[in-house]
Structure formats: C-alpha cells, structure tokens
C-alpha cells in the first residue's frame, strides 16, 4: 500500500490521520498564570483610559465588566460555546485565545 508513494509526496502520521498538535486537555500553572496576567494587564488598560477623561460608549460597556480578581476560575479559564457539552470550553481550546478578547460573562439564559 506504501509502496506507491515515492518523493516529496509520500504520506507522514500525521496526513494519515494522527494529530501532529495535541491540545493538552486542561490548562497547565504557567498558562493559567499567563491568561490572569493578560486580564490583569486589560484591566489597567481600561483603568488608564478611563481615568484620561476619554468618553465613548463602548467604554462605558467595558468599565461595567467584571475586573480579574472578581471573576470566577469558570469565567477567566473557560469560555462559552454553543457546541460543547454543558456550553462551556476550555479558553486555551479556542484558536488564538492569546490574541483574542475572552468574553468577561457568560450570555444571559445560559
């Protein structure tokens, strides 16, 4: 069956179906720290415009939000999903969870 693939294109494990990245199935000490430390750091962001005068009201949004020590752990390391069991996923599961916003709450009904 293998015998046919010659050259560049012959198939690893991972083009046969393995999983080349694997997604730990929770969040390490390191990474936690990292995702309470990047809330941390929005927050000061928020408390600097918002102390510069500047009015909008998208701030006015932002500053209502609960702030890191407030949340609770299923808030800051988990996200809501609509597909997942119980609507809740693991944020490091969400692709590029570093660069994106993490909703503060869950949506209401949920």
Request: aromatic letters at 8%; a positive charge.
């Amino acid at each position: 069956m293998f015998g046919s693939f010659v050259g560049a294109f012959r198939p690893s494990l991972a083009v046969l179906g393995g999983k080349e990245w694997r997604i730990p199935w929770r969040l390490s000490k390191t990474r936690k720290a990292n995702v309470r430390k990047r809330l941390r750091e929005v927050d000061s962001v928020i408390d600097t415009l918002v102390a510069s005068g500047v009015e909008c009201k998208q701030l006015d949004l932002i500053r209502d939000l609960p702030r890191e020590h407030e949340m609770l752990p299923r808030d800051k390391y988990t996200t809501f999903s609509r597909t997942a069991s119980k609507h809740r996923k693991g944020v490091h599961k969400v692709p590029h969870f570093t660069k994106r916003a993490i909703p503060r709450t869950t949506p209401a009904g949920f």
